[in-house]
Nanobody
Framework: QVQLVESGGGLVRPGGSLRLSCVAS????????AGWYRQGPGKQRELVAH????????TYVDSVKGRFTISTDNAKKAVYLQMTNLKPEDTAVYYC??????????????WGQGTQVTVSS
C-alpha cells in the first residue's frame, strides 16, 4: 500500500519562500504523474502545479507561474513544490497527489494528508 506524507508548510511573510515535500512510502517503483492542489478558505480545491512523465513536463495555474516549481525525484520517491515570492492569496491547505506504479506493477493514485501554508505579515 502506497502512502504520501507531506511536510514543509507553515507561516511565512509576503515575499517569502517555502518548500513543500511529499514522500511516498510503500512498494513504489515509480512516480509518473504528480500534482499539487490547494484549497483556500471558502474556496474550491484547485490544481496549482502538475507534473507528468516523471517530471519531464510541468504545467502551472496562471496565478503561480514564475513563482512555484514542481519537481519529482524518483530516487527518493518524492515530489516537491518550491514556492517563492509568496502572497497572502497563496494561503491554503496544500495537497499532493501522486500516480505511478508499485514494484508489483500495480498502479496507484494516492493523496497526501495536506499541509497548511499561511502567508501573512
Amino acid at each position: 500500500q502506497v502512502q504520501l506524507v507531506e511536510s514543509g508548510g507553515g507561516l511565512v511573510r509576503p515575499g517569502g519562500s517555502l518548500r513543500l515535500s511529499c514522500v511516498a512510502s510503500g512498494t513504489v517503483f515509480s512516480i509518473n504523474d504528480a500534482g499539487w492542489y490547494r484549497q483556500g478558505p471558502g474556496k474550491q480545491r484547485e490544481l496549482v502545479a502538475h507534473s507528468t512523465r516523471g517530471g519531464a513536463s510541468t504545467t502551472y495555474v496562471d496565478s503561480v507561474k514564475g513563482r512555484f516549481t514542481i519537481s519529482t525525484d524518483n530516487a527518493k520517491k518524492a515530489v516537491y513544490l518550491q514556492m517563492t515570492n509568496l502572497k497572502p492569496e497563496d494561503t491554503a491547505v496544500y495537497y499532493c497527489n501522486a500516480q505511478g506504479m508499485t514494484r508489483t506493477l500495480i498502479e496507484f493514485n494516492v493523496w497526501g494528508q495536506g499541509t497548511q501554508v499561511t502567508v501573512s505579515s
